[in-house]
């Protein structure tokens, strides 16, 4: 059973369709008695990485970005379980999500590669991103998740749980045209609310 599980909002509106549904998964979740937290993005004062990488001097380095970042590293480590929830922007994930997840990577060490007979590279990950479960929203205008280039953001995030060593629960991904209008789609809504379940009881 996850005792902790943060969701992070990555849309501008306080109540657009991924965020409602994010109220979903957090409902899901707390019919188990798990922890939901909550981080609303917009607004906040994340900067862009500027690959420094002063995080890389060891797993215990953060980023040295004085920045709303510093607060979100620890409850981020904390979580048995973290929800990413974003709108389809321009194909892929909000700019909001994608500042934060270019800044996770102050969670990630890649250390220096053991030496080797080998000429094929070694990759060395340590993460604190290791083993938490993962879900994600996703909402977009278009009917096709092709044309509207939510399977970028698809890819994206099994590409970063797979880099990390995490495991991605479930999807919940739909279309919603006007903001709020995902209410109302009542498949979508049960979807979110059985992530937050199962996310709660897997993790």
């Not at 008695?33 to 001097?57: F, K, N, S, W």
């Not at 620890?74 to 800044?103: C, E, H, N």
Request: net charge negative; glycine share 8%; aromatic share 8%.
């Amino acid at each position: 059973m996850a005792k902790k599980i943060i969701i992070i909002e990555a849309s501008p509106r306080e109540n657009g369709n991924s965020t409602i549904l994010a109220r979903q998964v957090a409902a899901g979740a707390r019919c188990f008695g798990t922890e939901v937290e909550t981080v609303h993005l917009h607004g906040m004062d994340i900067r862009p990485c500027t690959a420094c990488d002063a995080c890389q001097v060891s797993l215990a380095a953060d980023c040295i970005i004085d920045d709303d970042m510093k607060a979100v590293y620890s409850r981020l480590r904390a979580a048995d379980a973290i929800v990413y929830a974003t709108p389809i922007y321009w194909f892929t994930v909000s700019g909001q999500i994608k500042l934060f997840m270019d800044r996770c990577f102050a969670l990630t060490y890649l250390g220096t590669p053991p030496a080797t007979d080998s000429d094929e590279p070694v990759e060395t990950v340590e993460t604190d991103l290791g083993g938490k479960k993962l879900g994600v929203v996703l909402t977009y205008g278009d009917v096709d998740p092709f044309a509207s280039g939510a399977v970028n953001a698809i890819r994206t995030f099994q590409d970063m749980a797979r880099f990390v060593g995490s495991e991605v629960v479930g999807f919940v991904y739909g279309s919603a045209q006007g903001p709020g209008e995902v209410a109302g789609n009542d498949d979508l809504m049960k979807q979110a609310f059985n992530l937050g379940r199962a996310l709660a009881t897997e993790a």
